[in-house]
């Protein structure tokens, strides 16, 4: 299971995340997804722990949470949904 930690701070690191979350746990891998043409942070990120145990006690402590400024929130991520748009948006798809 991965951990969604959305409304944080655009100058939270992924060593920020890594701190707080491994308070509860075993820290596997974080992951703060950045705008494409600014570089910029999009202001939420993913955490990934040891074991399920672990995340559903960081979940429960956490979402809600006011954390530099920014009340979190913490919960299951969900499966990111297909679109049905194409990568290259000024390109024309074709099935042969």
Excluded at 14 to 43: H, M
Excluded at 48 to 65: F, P
């Amino acid at each position: 299971m991965t951990i969604y930690v959305g409304n944080i701070s655009y100058d939270v690191t992924s060593e920020d995340l890594t701190e707080v979350f491994s308070e509860y746990g075993k820290v596997k891998r974080v992951s703060l997804p950045t705008d494409r043409e600014s570089g910029r942070p999009r202001g939420f990120g993913f955490v990934e722990m040891e074991n399920d145990n672990e995340e559903e006690a960081a979940i429960e402590e956490l979402d809600g949470a006011e954390w530099m400024g920014r009340q979190m929130r913490v919960n299951k991520a969900k499966p990111r949904e297909n679109s049905g748009r194409s990568s290259f948006p000024n390109k024309q798809r074709s099935f042969s």
